[in-house]
Each structure stands twice: as structure tokens, then as C-alpha cells.
């Protein structure tokens, strides 16, 4: 097998099969770890920038995309923006891990980590705020916002919702890890 791009290796029919993990039935567990930079994210982050792209809002060499995320997002978007050419800048917090930080750093991206906690305890907010900083600043900086943008549910409706249609005849209960609800709105 020879790949002419690293976004090859997302991985759309991988199920582990657990045996009567749920007294008599089996359980399929869907891995999208095994996707370039670790997680189901790389869906999410190549299906945000190409609804910029279809639009015809990202240029290439000129458009700063900005995004918030807690890791596993910023570094798919840290690759996706580097094989396209865009400059990426992703506001985090201290809960990111550094290994996670580093690998966005290594592919490029300028990584804002807020120190400030919010009303709730929190980091979202400052995230929020600082994005709208930066979009106040940078004239050519656009906000991919995974927390409202209806493309972020689109890529799963359309490619994880398939992966696991197309293989299961059918499907009786489905499991999803929820942080956007993203992934659960398009399944
Ligand atoms: C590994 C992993 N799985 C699932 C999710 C949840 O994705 P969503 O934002 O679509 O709810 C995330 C969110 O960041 C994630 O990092």
C-alpha cells in the first residue's frame, strides 16, 4: 500500500468485535484511534475546513484559521492546515496535554493557552474570548467554531453515521463520546 497523503490514513471500517460483551450479544467497538493524529477528530477537522474552502472563505497562504479545543481538534487541524497551507492558531487551556501542545507546535500552529478560569470554574469562556480577540486583530484570522457550525455535525451524518450502516445489517444500540456533540448529533 502506497499513500500520497497522510489524511489516507483515516481508517472508516475498523470494529473490534467484543463477544458477549452485553450478557449474550456482542459489542463493536469503532477505532478511530488508529486515524492520523489519534482520534475521530481528523473527520471533524478536514470537514471543517472544507466547508470554509467550499465557500470560498479560505485562501491558502493568507487565511489564519482559528479554533478552540481541548487537544485531540487542534492537532487534526494542526496537520489538515499545514498540508493546505493555512496558518492555524488554536486557543487551549492548562488541561490540554502537553504532548498533544507539542505535536501542534511540531505541525506548526501558534497554541494559545488561557491561564484564566471563567464564572463557571472553567476555561471556555476565556477561550471565547480570546478568539474574539484575535479575530478583532488579525484582519484575515476566521473562527471555524466546531460548537455551532452545522458542518462539524454534516461530516459524521455523512461519513461515521455510513461507516457503521454499511457494515452492521443492523444496529441496536450506539455509544458515542460526547464533547461538541458533533459526532452524536450526526450519527
Ligand atoms: C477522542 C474524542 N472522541 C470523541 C469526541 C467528541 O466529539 P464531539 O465534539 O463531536 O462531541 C472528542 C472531542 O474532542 C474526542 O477528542
Known sequence: MIIDSPLELIFPDLFYR????????????????????????IKTAVGLVENLERQGIAKPNKTVIVESSSGNLGLA???????KGYEFICVTDPNANRATVKGMELYGAR?????ERDSAGGFLESRFKTINHILRSEPNAVWL???SNIANIKVHAEQTANEIA????????VFV???TTGTLAGV
Not at 18 to 41: M, Q, R, W, Y
Not at 111 to 115: D, G, N, S, Y
Request: charged share 15%.
Open 177 to 179: 463520546g460526547a464533547g
Open 166 to 173: 454499511c457494515e452492521f445489517d443492523q444496529v441496536d444500540w
Open 111 to 115: 497554541v494559545i493557552v488561557v491561564k
Open 77 to 83: 487541524l494542526s496537520m489538515v492546515c499545514a498540508i
Open 18 to 41: 467484543l463477544p458477549a460483551f452485553a450478557g449474550c450479544h456482542d459489542v463493536f467497538l469503532k477505532l478511530e484511534g488508529f486515524n492520523v493524529t489519534g482520534s475521530i477528530k
Open 145 to 147: 467554531n466546531q460548537y
